[in-house]
């Protein structure tokens, strides 16, 4: 019987769940968390904040010939390319993690659940092997669920497409 996967992502958690050979809800397998993802997000533009102090407008500035306006501060940029990053990194692991595992032959098909940004990020570190195991992608945030609410929409999902498709 084929193994199949299915893995429940998003920017810092990834969990690995089985679709049973007896039994109708997904079974954990395993869990993977990217601690920097944790990280207050002060704490990933402390430096930002640091070099940046004050605004990043010349707006209060006197003397100037133009008066720039803006509604986004270079710190919160600093702040979202550093998280960005990190979420780069992270799917990285992820893809490393499964390669891994498809090299052990832990799991002949893999179904990919994931947030829509991290989705992308994961599916250009996969490698090719990975890759051609996926079945079915979904780009939902479905991470913090109960396996048995993943399992339910899954399968509603599955109908939803089987009734369209026809």
Do not use: C
């Not at 769940?17 to 990280?39: M, N, R």
């Not at 570190?125 to 996926?134: D, E, G």
Request: charge should be negative.
């Amino acid at each position: 019987m084929k193994k199949i996967w299915v893995l429940i992502a998003d920017e810092a958690i990834t969990r690995i769940l089985q679709w049973p050979e007896v039994g109708d809800e997904l079974e954990s397998v395993e869990e993977l968390t990217d601690a920097d993802a944790h990280a207050n997000a002060g704490d990933l533009r402390r430096d930002a904040y640091g070099r940046r102090a004050g605004s990043a407008t010349q707006a209060g500035r006197q003397n100037t010939p133009h008066r720039l306006r803006s509604t986004a501060s270079v710190t919160s940029s600093a702040g979202e390319a550093e998280q960005h990053l990190e979420a780069e990194g992270f799917a990285k692991r992820v893809a490393e993690h499964l390669a891994t595992a498809h090299n052990q032959k832990r799991f002949d098909e893999l179904q990919i659940v994931a947030a829509p940004r991290f989705l992308g990020l994961l599916r250009k570190a996969l490698t090719p092997q990975v890759a051609a195991t996926v079945t079915d992608s979904l780009n939902k945030d479905l991470v913090h669920l109960e396996n048995s609410d993943i399992t339910a929409r899954l399968r509603a999902a599955k109908r939803d497409d089987s009734t369209t498709a026809g």
